[in-house]
């Protein structure tokens, strides 16, 4: 079955991979990618397992089924003709055989709500094969992208090169495929962090939110929370949302008091006519901004 190759190919893919590691070394993510590869194909080989048990009962019953449905079909062409040429020999039988006829049409009305039934369970299980398959599909072509991917600390210097020269389009790309591909690393905040300043930008305030609350969210202590809250404060009020947005600047102020995020932060507050002092953001980090 294609099922079967497929699990078959990934075995062996696996052993290859694992004989073949780049002189650059392994990186954790690349090991937990093989190890969620090799789980999924054991729930295949579970599942395949399953399926072609269950299979082979649902195509008995449905064998059964029909058979009862040809049998029955056959008994009342019998009795229907046994009734036409019956017709002169008075209406007690012609009664009789019309009951035994309606009998039989009630239980040829039952077998064909069961074989509905289960035609359903053999669609729903192919279905659920089929979802299967994509995933096994979806998890082989993660792990042949980040088999041909640059080392984690070439794509990021590439990735903040391009940023600094104004390439922004590719920047933004390179810094995607880093979180794509190493999501786990400190430098990840940071990718987060110049996708947010590009969206920044570009105007896509919304979006830039999004990208500064990955950092604060996911990497509160990097060299880049201190950054992102402060730009996340900046978005807020670029989207009309002034109060979100001088929450977000007096909590860099009070976290961050002597770095430079603070006095940018302080500056601003004061061109928007308000005090440095006020309730907390619910977003954390730490540390200044760096490279």
């Keep these: 079955m294609k099922l079967h190759r497929m699990c078959v190919f990934v075995a062996l893919f696996s052993v290859l991979w694992l004989g073949l590691t780049p002189a650059w070394g392994v990186s954790k993510e690349m090991v937990q990618l093989q190890t ?3 789980q999924l194909q054991e729930q295949m080989t579970a599942m395949q397992r399953g399926f072609n048990e269950r299979m082979g009962v649902m195509n008995n019953l449905v064998q059964q089924d029909a058979d009862a449905v040809n049998k029955l ?3 009342i062409n019998a009795l229907q003709q046994t009734l036409q040429k019956q017709q002169s020999d008075g ?3 012609i009664d009789q055989l019309s009951g035994q006829i309606q009998a039989l049409n009630d239980t040829m009305d039952e077998i064909k709500v069961r074989l509905a039934k289960v035609t359903k369970q053999l669609e729903d299980m192919q279905a659920a094969q089929q979802s299967i398959q994509a995933q096994q599909a979806t998890q082989q072509a993660a792990a042949d992208a980040a088999k041909n991917a640059p080392p984690p600390d070439v794509l990021y210097n ?3 090169r391009d940023y600094n020269g104004g390439k922004m389009d590719i920047a933004s790309g390179e810094f995607s495929d880093y979180i ?3 999501p786990n690393t ?3 905040g940071n990718a987060y962090f110049y996708i947010g300043e590009l969206q920044f930008k570009g105007g896509n305030y919304q979006q830039a939110v999004a990208s500064y609350d990955q950092v604060l969210q996911n990497f509160p202590s990097g060299n880049k929370a201190a950054s992102a809250q402060l730009k996340k404060g900046f978005a807020l009020i670029e989207l009309g949302k002034q109060d979100d947005g001088v929450a977000e ?3 860099v102020v009070q976290r961050y008091p002597h770095s430079p995020e603070a006095l940018q932060a302080r500056d601003r507050l004061r061109k928007l006519g308000v005090s440095t002092r006020g309730g ?3 977003s954390s980090g730490a540390g200044a901004e760096s490279e």
Excluded: C, E, I, M
């Design 158 to 160: 590439n990735a903040l």
């Design 280 to 282: 907390s953001s619910p």
């Design 186 to 188: 400190d430098l990840a």
């Design 73 to 75: 079909s056959n008994a």
């Design 36 to 38: 969620q590869v090799q």
């Design 249 to 251: 600047l007096r909590h």
């Design 91 to 93: 209406g007690g039988k």
């Design 180 to 182: 794509k591909f190493y």
